[in-house]
């Protein structure tokens, strides 16, 4: 009625010569023209989501436009949905209502104003918008190394990486991959061919490595896998197993003459937990100057009625200085089933004086430099143990990190060792 009355007025004025603009009210018409969006992007199951007005065209709204709400869901790809009770919000809280990755949510706003005849609403063109919950991938967890047998990190002992407290919104089953490192002395660097699983093979690092690994979680939705955020385990050191030695068995104080032109005896030990015979005698090394075997054989040294483990090491190679007071042998049992396992003992010796003390003392600061070859040479029972003496460039290749545990990792040293009579 009130809408014939203007324009009955519009009529007059205009018949009358009198513009209608002047005292006439713009008729308001009903808003549209904006959109709604839902956020955010992406939505997972446990996600409250928010409908987020745009773009709507507010001039001449009489009085403000109001919105309202009303929120759906389709379980079959959009075929069909079905109203959520009670959802008429502008936010939807993931609690009010169920769903599973791979629904769809709509939510469908419908603008209004009081433009209509005596003030009533007048609704104007709903806009909607739709969002897919996504699969959210595993999350929450960490990773642990552990030795794949009691002990700490050995050589021979393969690492396991174990995954703890991961979860999956979905309640998908979790894969884990992972990335094995080692440190090179700069940076994390990858293993290179170690294998995308739990377990990182002994064959693939040394002695004095660090390792750490990178697992990453991820589930499987239709034949694709979603990776969630990666952890990093614990940065484990690869040690050198510790036996017991002997050096000059039958002396409990060890006396050491510089000036010998002999050898020193020195035993494994076989224990409860270490069996002598299974060391690698050419791989023993023996002082500072690293000396190798001359002669090496298998007997029960300390007459407890298991077979020990007895070498000899010309003094003149060993590089033992007149101020030290023990001596360090390193070796690596035969690698067998498992990889060699590399072991370090330790023992006690007294340096006593010798008629040429002044001139070895002479030779302390540059150790493994007084060998003549003839004197070396001669007479020390080489001849009865072929292959244990290699040479020095030889010996000092891979070996030569033993003495400085942890020293040991130059870039190119260590990605050699990786690679390097690793790879069985
Ligand atoms: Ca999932
Ligand atoms: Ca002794
Ligand atoms: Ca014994």
Redesign the pocket.
């Known amino acids: 009625m009130k809408y014939i009355k203007r324009f009955a007025a519009i009529v007059v004025s205009v018949a009358l010569g009198i513009s209608p603009l002047v005292s006439v009210p713009v008729l308001a018409v009903p808003p549209s023209g904006g959109s709604v969006t839902i956020g955010p992007e992406p939505a997972y199951t446990d996600t409250d989501l928010t409908a987020t007005l745009d773009g709507w065209d507010e001039t001449g709204a009489v009085p403000a436009i109001t919105y309202s709400y009303q929120w759906r869901k389709s379980v079959d790809g959009g075929t069909t949905w079905d109203t959520i009770v009670g959802a008429t919000e502008s936010t939807l809280p993931s609690a009010d209502f169920t769903k599973v990755k791979g629904d769809q949510i709509m939510v469908i706003c419908t603008p209004a104003d009081q433009s209509g005849e005596g003030g009533a609403t007048v609704e104007g063109t709903p806009a909607e918008d739709t969002i897919t919950i996504s699969n959210k991938p595993p999350e929450g967890g960490i990773v642990t190394i552990e030795p794949a047998a009691p002990g700490p990190f050995y050589t021979d002992i393969d690492l396991i990486a174990t995954p703890s407290g991961w979860t999956d919104a979905d309640g998908d089953e979790i894969f884990y991959e992972y990335h094995w490192e080692y440190w090179d002395g700069d940076s994390w660097e990858p293993i290179a061919g170690a294998p995308n699983t739990d377990t990182l093979p002994s064959s693939f690092f040394g002695y004095g490595d660090q390792i750490r690994v990178w697992c990453t979680p991820y589930d499987v939705t239709d034949d694709i896998n979603d990776y969630g955020e990666p952890a990093v385990s614990n940065e484990v050191d690869i040690v050198s197993y510790s036996i017991s030695i002997?050096?000059?068995?039958?002396?409990?104080v060890?006396p050491i003459n510089l000036g010998s032109k002999g050898v020193i005896p020195v035993a494994i030990i076989t224990t409860g937990d270490f069996d002598a015979s299974t060391v690698d005698a050419s791989t023993v090394r023996f002082g500072p100057g690293e000396a190798q075997a001359v002669h090496s054989a298998i007997e029960d040294v300390d007459d407890d009625g298991d077979l020990d483990m007895i070498l000899h090491f010309r003094t003149q190679d060993t590089g033992i200085l007149g101020t030290d007071t023990e001596v360090v042998l390193t070796g690596e049992t035969i690698a067998g089933e498992t990889d060699a396992r590399h072991f370090t003992g330790t023992?006690l010796i007294k340096i006593v004086p010798s008629k040429v003390k002044e001139a070895v003392q002479g030779n302390e600061s540059a150790p493994g430099q007084n060998k003549e070859p003839g004197e070396s040479a001669e007479g020390k029972g080489k001849e009865t143990a072929p292959g244990l003496n290699k040479g020095p460039g030889e010996s000092a290749e891979g070996k030569g990190n033993e003495s400085a545990p942890g020293q040991n990792k130059e870039p190119g040293e260590s990605a050699e060792g990786k690679g390097k009579g690793k790879d069985k």
């Open positions: 002997d050096v000059k068995p039958g002396s409990s060890n023992d």
